[in-house]
């Protein structure tokens, strides 16, 4: 039988519940009265945020700068578009204000249209530091970035995958808020919502139509997770029926991490939509064919702002050992293609990929290796302006 201390417990717990709940059937009604995407053509100037992080982030997000603003001197020349360097979100800032994104920088953020952001260190158990929500998940949640977009791409293994990972739900949404209900018992929570599930789908279906790639796979757990994940199923299902142009095929994620590696069936896949933390490991997974996470960015998407980031970590021990200056900026540089396909400049997207294509995979004049042993972040730089250069002549 469950005693008076347990009971008052238990008591203390369900309050926290009630409390959640109604904050998450908060936002999802505000999903609910989302506008329209932002159109960029309409903009008289494009705000661009740089935001550096935490341990080799501004050096590589300062180097990705320079390449962004090397492709799009014209467009500042003239006013379109503007570069505004945001230095608050630090590890020692988040801590001082114990907020994962300060006040103050949240206002800087949501005065650009989109942002380069470079990795931030998230405390985590028996670091020492306080229990502070990740950032990147903070800023998901507060600019509604719902979509998180990560290409993978081997030609020569006929590997064209395109991840959209729900951003904003799961059991991320809530992931700072479980409860010690007693010392034998914690509880965390996922959470699913109509409208989330929904649009992430439809993102991922209007990708690949307008990319022609012909199939779309829905990765979930359904039939253990029942509740949320199923929710997520039915529903992408349901938004697949609208594009019968489209082949639909869903997949439990135990048996796709293990199909990935499958040569035969992985060239089968093109399109994958999933929840959140399946997408936050299998992603990891699949950049690993292309050369490590090292060598992949990412798109966070919402419909007024959007992020574009590196899907690696801060690497403190880098600048621990003197190596910062050799920190391999291609995360940055493959996540500033997308930042300039998304604000409307795929000539120069396309460029800056097919630069990063030829000194990545098939000249390879320098290399980075994160050491003496290689170049340095801003000499790789160098390499991609000179190989856009001499490319568009």
Known sequence: MTNEKDKLAIDEAVEKFRSLMEGQLERAKRIKEEKDFIDFDKLDTIVIGICGGDGIGPIITNESQRVLEFLLKDEVANGKVQFKVIDGLTIENRIACLKAIPDDVLEEL??????????????????????????????????????????????????DWTFFRENTEGGYAVGSYGVNITDDLAVDFTVASQEGCERIARLAYEYARKNNKGKVSI?????????????????????????????????????????????????????????????????????????????????????????????????????????GQYADPCSMLRASVMLLSHIGYQDKANALEAALDKCMYEEKKLTITGR??????KEFGDYVMETITEMTK
């Open 219 to 323: 990765i979930t757990k359904a039939n253990i997770i029942k509740t949320t994940d199923g929710k997520f199923l039915n529903i992408a299902k349901k938004v697949g029926e609208e594009y019968p142009d489209i082949v639909t095929d869903d997949w439990f994620i135990d048996i796709t991490t293990a199909k990935l590696i499958d040569p035969k069936r992985r060239t089968d896949f093109k399109v994958f939509v999933l929840p959140n933390l399946y997408g936050d490991i299998i992603t990891d997974e699949a950049a690993e064919f292309q050369g490590g996470v090292g060598t992949a960015g990412s798109a966070n998407i919402g419909k007024r702002y959007a992020m574009f980031e590196a899907i690696h970590g801060s690497a403190p021990r880098m600048l621990a050992e003197g190596r």
């Open 372 to 377: 003496d042993t290689g170049c340095t972040c």
């Open 110 to 159: 949501k005065a650009c249209h989109v942002i380069l952001k470079g990795p931030t260190t998230t405390p985590h158990q028996g670091d020492g530091m306080p229990n502070i929500e990740s950032a990147n998940v903070a800023m998901r949640k507060a600019l509604d970035l719902f979509a998180n977009m990560r290409p993978v791409k081997v030609p020569e293994e006929g590997i």
